[in-house]
């Protein structure tokens, strides 16, 4: 029987229609503050008209800002989605508006609606965030593994600015007798990898049969198994292991998508374009461009083009070296656009030309891969399709994220991939544009994890 605190999709559901209804009666709010409380009948048509496709435009805007799956968000967080997917309501207003003929919705009531309606979402989201928070309660968990793979998860939940999940147990020996006797004492057990294929079988049919949920990490082993075809041959049943690339014809509307984007996103950013070229001149001497090599599909190499945001002999001779907090390589304008992200803008060119995707793992330098698949042959697996402007591991990761875990969103991208996923990790670009930490470089003085640092917080059985 599922359990009643759990956050289901029905329950979704059901807090996606009130908030849609509330976002009509924001609109109608709107309408009585632009005309004083007497709103003619032919304007509140224009509502009635249109309160359909503004229902469904709500849904499918905040589906895609994934507004409210709350499970790993902090308030900060939820403001900057919901005031993003009102933006981006407003821009829908107006085009529904224009589109319908509907021209007694005033663009003043719009625009007051951006203000209205981003204030009462705000507080009906928080609402529904805290009734959440409180019904789910913090989830205690054991981390199971090895002592360093167990230490680099610990490290990972504390990090977390979300306290929705907390280690209290760590297992680093006798696993099985060890997650049966403490069991009863956590919510969740997490098996941080490299346990032998007999005590991983125990632990699942012991938690399965106790009703325990279980997470698993992301090694190959079980991507591997993430999203099969099953198939049935007489009256045996057959999984079928999907590859790590996208099939032909998907790849095809991805290109076709790619292509539309870019091309938008040049003539609307045209104006930003030319600001940041004179910017860059007036700032620091060298060219406006920088011009790098990287490596896409089929791991062909391509010149990516980025406004250039460090000064013109950054690496003359240092040779290749990643970015890290504060470099002093990076100039005063430099600064502003790796944080703001313009800096990004010239590669929606690479994608017109066809060496990138707008969605997909990010292009790493031939020094760097070379490095990376030496250490993990299964690197070149991210090479089955095209690099991309922003990706899984951009909007989930932060720039220092180890490659070994930028790797795992990158083949859990692959394996996923639909053109949906590709418009909703877009739309949640948008989100991280506010997150400084996420546009940081490496931080060379960041204390390495220790156990000495979680001893008095978590039980650890070795």
């Known amino acids: ?18 908030s849609s209804l509330l976002f009509l009666a924001s609109i109608y709010l709107s309408f009585q503050i632009k005309f004083m409380g007497e709103v003619p009948d032919r304007n509140l048509s224009a509502l009635t008209s249109s309160s359909l ?33 009102q933006v981006v309501l407003t821009v829908y207003l107006m085009a529904l508006s224009f589109a319908g003929n509907w021209l007694t919705f005033p663009r003043s009531v719009i625009l007051i609606n951006l203000f209205v309606g981003t204030l009462i979402m705000f507080l009906s989201n928080t609402v529904v965030y805290k009734a959440y928070q409180h019904f789910q ?40 007798n060890n997650v049966k006797r403490l069991a009863d004492e956590v919510d969740i057990v997490y ?34 198994m993430v999203n099969p075809n099953i198939m049935n041959f007489q009256d045996e049943s057959i999984i079928e292991i999907s590859p790590f690339r996208i099939p032909a014809s998907e790849a095809l509307l991805k290109r076709l998508f790619d292509i539309v984007v870019s091309a938008i996103a040049l003539i609307v950013l045209a104006p930003v374009f030319i600001a940041t070229a004179i910017a860059i001149k007036v700032d620091s001497p060298g060219p ?96 089955h399709v095209r690099a ?10 932060k720039y220092s ?18 053109l949906g996923f590709d418009a909703k990790l877009l739309f949640q670009t948008v989100g991280i544009l506010f997150d400084k930490l996420s546009s ?11 156990w000495r640092f979680y001893r008095n917080e978590i039980k650890v059985i070795e």
């Open 137 to 176: 309660g913090q989830k205690k968990v054991m981390v199971v593994g090895k002592p360093e793979r167990a230490l680099e998860a610990v490290h990972n939940f504390d990090l977390m600015p979300n306290r929705r999940h907390k280690v209290t147990h760590a297992v680093l020996n006798d696993y099985v």
């Open 191 to 224: 098996l941080a990898g490299e346990l032998n294929e007999n005590d991983k079988i125990a632990i699942y049919d012991y938690l399965m049969k106790h009703n325990k949920k279980l997470f698993l990490s992301t090694n190959f082993e079980n991507l591997v």
């Open 53 to 85: 496709w503004l229902l469904i435009g709500f849904f499918v805007i905040n589906i895609l800002f994934e507004t409210y799956t709350f499970y790993n968000k902090t308030l900060t967080e939820l403001f900057y989605i919901t005031a993003l997917s």
């Open 1 to 18: 029987m599922r359990n009643r605190s759990e956050w289901t999709n029905l329950l979704k559901v059901g807090v996606g229609v009130f």
């Open 440 to 450: 940081k470089g490496l931080d060379e003085e960041l204390l390495e994890p220790s």
């Open 288 to 383: 406006i461009f920088y011009r790098q090599e990287r490596v896409t599909l089929h791991q062909k190499s391509f010149n990516i083009l980025k406004f250039r945001s460090m000064s013109a002999t950054a690496e003359k001779d240092s040779g290749p070296v990643l970015a890290t907090s504060n470099d002093a390589r990076v100039t005063k304008v430099g600064k502003f656009l790796r944080q703001s992200r313009i800096d990004e803008i010239p590669q929606f060119i690479n994608v017109l030309k066809g060496d990138m995707s707008i969605v997909g793992p990010r292009p790493e330098r031939p020094f760097f891969v070379n490095q990376f698949v030496e250490q993990n042959p299964y690197y070149s697996l991210r090479h």
């Open 401 to 418: 994220t180890d490659f070994n875990s930028k790797l795992n969103f990158d083949l859990l991208y692959i394996k996923n991939y639909s």
């Open 388 to 397: 991309g402007i922003t990706g899984y591991a951009q909007v989930y990761g």
